[in-house]
Nanobody
């Protein structure tokens, strides 16, 4: 089992920045990738960014150049630095960890960007 806890959501004005953190615990040695997804009201959950254990990183087109995903030194924490935030970035952000056949999710943290 893997447990994920997110920190760092909040309310920010358009153009501002926020940093999200996600700490993984449990059987973290089997995690193949960690990343972020988000879900806005009335919409499906969507991919935001991913960091694999092999060092690959990818972003959704909508956040490229504005968001940066990184890992802590111990490898069990990931961060999402969000700059130049837009009102359309408003959503609940979920941390995700993938093993070979299993997905784990955090409880979510609200990010609200006011115009």
């Amino acid at each position: 089992q893997v447990q994920l806890v997110e920190f760092g959501g909040g309310l920010v004005q358009a153009g501002g920045s926020l940093r999200l953190s996600c700490a993984a615990s449990g059987d973290i040695s089997s995690i193949r990738s960690m990343g972020w997804y988000r879900q806005a009201p009335g919409k499906q959950r969507e991919f935001v960014a991913i960091s694999t254990s092999g060092g690959n990183i990818d972003y959704a087109d909508s956040v490229k150049g504005r968001f940066t995903i990184s890992r802590g030194n111990a490898g069990n924490t990931i961060y999402l630095q969000m700059n130049s935030l837009k009102p359309e970035d408003t959503a609940v952000y979920y941390c995700n960890a993938k093993r070979i056949v299993l997905n784990y999710w955090g409880q979510g943290t609200q990010v609200t960007v006011s115009s």
